[in-house]
């Protein structure tokens, strides 16, 4: 995954901080340790003479993100685990569209 793509994923996951559950139960620890990786990094702020109005935004939702417990996920742990995942994780739907784990849609 190229930076540009961790910086894409780090912030729709800002600006739609439903998904950091949803990533948590899908085992997408690439997602999350982007997301915790930029929210560690911070906010550029060279962003703040090109565009204060994104900076706001993007400090408010990075202030956001820790009021909610997100300083609690290990960036170094989320990475391990992401190195682990063979093959990388998708998740399957089922026919009622429930996200299912490919273990989980291999039991009968």
């Known amino acids: 995954m190229t930076a540009r793509e961790q910086e ?15 990533r948590l139960r899908e085992r997408r620890w690439g997602d999350v340790a982007a997301l915790v990786a930029y929210v560690e990094r ?13 900076f706001k935004t993007l400090h408010d939702q990075i202030t956001h993100f820790y009021l909610r417990g ?11 685990m992401a190195v682990r995942a063979e093959p990388p994780h998708r998740v399957l739907q089922s026919r009622r569209g429930i996200g299912l784990t490919p273990e989980e849609a291999k039991r009968p």
């Open 70 to 80: 997100g300083g609690a996920l290990s960036l170094a742990a989320l990475n391990r």
């Open 8 to 22: 894409l994923i780090a912030r729709e996951m800002l600006a739609r901080p439903e998904l950091l559950g949803s």
């Open 42 to 54: 911070g906010v550029p702020k060279d962003l703040a003479m090109t565009d204060p109005a994104l």
